[in-house]
């Protein structure tokens, strides 16, 4: 059974940092794209970033244009855990986060910018 657990989330001033954690259980990580997603209060479900499964040949990373060169999301297949490094935080970026595989998501996690 596919399970996602995120971790990481919390408060932050705007222009700080935080880093999502996704755990991953019930399949190997390293096959396939992890996508995360996130949801603004009052907003539909956006997506933010995706990581591409080592059996990709054209292995990449895609972000949201909001987001770019400010998250970084990377993956270690051994510990089948993703990552969502996140700079420059703004207000903007508030909201719930989570992780997707298909039609699994996990939990999600806080993340609320604020002075």
């Known amino acids: 059974q596919v399970e996602l657990v995120e971790h990481g989330g919390g408060l932050v001033q705007p222009g700080g940092s935080l880093r999502l954690s996704c755990a991953t259980s019930?399949?190997?990580?390293?096959?396939?794209?992890i996508a995360w997603f996130r949801q603004a209060p009052g907003k539909e479900r956006e997506g933010v970033a995706c990581?591409?499964?080592?059996?990709?040949?054209?292995?990449?990373?895609l972000y949201a244009d909001s987001v770019k060169g400010r998250f970084t999301v990377s993956r270690d297949n051994d510990k089948n855990t993703v990552f969502l490094q996140m700079n420059s935080l703004k207000s903007d970026d508030t909201g719930v986060y989570y992780c997707?595989?298909?039609?699994?998501w996990g939990q999600g996690t806080q993340v609320t910018v604020s002075p």
């Open positions: 997707n595989l298909g039609k699994a």
């Open positions: 019930g399949f190997t990580l390293g096959r396939f794209p």
């Open positions: 990581t591409s499964s080592r059996e990709d040949r054209d292995s990449s990373t």
